[in-house]
């Protein structure tokens, strides 16, 4: 089954694939904050990975149709005319 978003089903499958960009980083950085207490001071080099990955993220632009948001709109649109 999926989730429904007003009157359109969502298959969380489908986009349950996608690659995250960072996540590794991400994972690494809350974890070592976990094990020093929330002091950012101790995980300094988990925090510049994670930034030189957003950083690096920054020029790429997504491709909007590949987006939720963006066949949800398409098929709402006809709806509010």
Known sequence: ???KAGGLYINPKKF???VKPCM?????FLN????NKQNDDKCMRQKEL???CTQAQK???????????YHLHRLGRDKFK
């Open 32 to 35: 070592c904050l976990a094990l």
């Open 24 to 28: 590794i980083e991400m994972t690494s």
């Open 1 to 3: 089954m999926g989730r």
């Open 59 to 69: 020029g790429k632009p997504k491709n909007a149709a590949q987006t939720i948001n």
């Open 50 to 52: 994670l930034v030189a």
């Open 16 to 18: 349950g694939g996608v």
